[in-house]
């Protein structure tokens, strides 16, 4: 029983100005955050999007990496001058930021000993002490240093290497969730869903967002719970709220 | 002159447990970064995401406020238990927590005295003293609390609100930026790019983004200066640079 309520929370620091210029629009958060609940039980409860400023980067790893029991950090890891994730890092640890022997093999190999310059041995180098993620798509390692895991910032090869996270991370409880798409307004139902919120406030977060579909409005309940059960009876108690409006549900 | 260099900035706080989740995929922060630059001359510097947690809302627009010369917080404005934006600003000021005359009388307006009911009047409530920012697609209003700017949620309400704005805003120098899409490796170009970079380190910002187009690798080099001059002259570099290593570019 015990085990089915672990909490287990992270935090991901978004490392880019191109993310913060709106210039690239930003595919990471939800892709981290899906795949850790789905595999990992492990809940994503902030997000920071920072500048390449190495002050910025050591300040947010000392504070997330405390506040949370994982910090993902995306983007920095590699060669050109604005990559400083690695050394940021190693200050926010007071580690020394050195080759990592086996990650200068594996780029050594895969460059070929006559394209293996500067700015490639650089991705070698990390926080002594860091552990490896590897990566199967352009060889170039992520790294896990304490807490804190480092993947880069192109979501092909993010995604590419996630899995090679699950290794270093604890479980945590699933969290469930349902869904129902209301066609009404959320001031219709707003009363009797904060009580219904209010009555299981301890177990069942519920969620109200409207959205716009088929040329009407409607509103996205969506409950999450690392209970099955609770989340039933909410449903439940939901459905009487609909049917006591004679609301209307979209099929999906 | 000194117009021309003013910098003014902004952090983005996106109050919700759908997009922490990973539920729904953000689309705010790229259009308010774009749109402060290129209306207002104002950088984002920071974008936090936290859940709809009245502690976590109030550290945060205490910190966010304090750092920079704006914060724009989307999400939480709505009328059901979730939306607790504006009680939580309010708190982080030590305001009261009030109707606004005027946001009541444009709700009243818009629902009509028989179906204002208690969820919508909720919408009429903010920290006392606030400045209402006019939402053209569904009435309820955004507000400004100090230097704090609230928008809805909702992509489409947002985008439709944000030119009204404006006139809260002082403005800043517009950065200015350059985009070249080369047919190469960034390890190709690291080393050089990084003396460039140096030398302009004071009025350039450059950023080195690997991408993946026609089946080639390539990179995008971003410049980005509030100086045009001297984004001509990183630009001149970098051109001479690319001619000495013998790299296309694309096109578009």
Not at 217 to 222: A, E, T
Request: overall charge positive; aromatic content about 8%; proline content about 3%.
């Amino acid at each position: 029983m015990k085990k089915k309520n672990k909490k287990v929370n992270a935090a991901i620091l978004i490392i880019g100005n191109e993310i913060l210029s709106g210039r690239t629009q930003d595919r990471n958060i939800a892709f981290i955050s899906n795949w850790l609940n789905s595999n990992c039980g492990i809940s994503v409860n902030e997000v920071r999007i920072i500048p390449d400023v190495e002050k910025k980067i050591i300040e947010s790893v000392k504070v997330l990496s405390k506040k949370f029991n994982y910090v993902f950090t995306t983007g920095g890891i590699g060669p050109t001058h604005d990559d400083i994730t690695a050394q940021s890092i190693s200050k926010a640890f007071r580690l020394k930021y050195d080759y990592h022997k086996e990650a200068y093999k594996i780029l050594e190999n895969y460059y070929g000993q006559n394209k293996f310059n500067d700015g490639r041995k650089k991705m070698a180098k990390m926080p002594v002490g860091s552990k490896l993620i590897y990566n199967p798509s352009s060889a170039a390692p992520g790294f896990i240093t304490k807490n804190v895991l480092s993947l880069p910032g192109v979501p092909s090869i993010l995604n590419s290497m996630i899995d090679n996270c699950k290794k270093y991370l604890i479980k945590g409880s699933k969290v469930h969730s349902k869904t129902l798409n209301l066609f009404t307004v959320e001031s219709n139902i707003s009363k009797k869903l904060g009580i219904i919120q209010n009555k299981y406030k301890k177990s069942v977060d519920i969620g109200s967002y409207p959205f716009f579909r088929l040329g009407k409005i409607g509103v996205s309940l969506v409950s999450r719970s690392t209970s099955k059960a609770k989340l039933k009876e909410v449903n439940k108690e939901i459905f009487k709220l609909i049917r006591s409006k004679n609301i209307k549900l979209l099929k999906v």
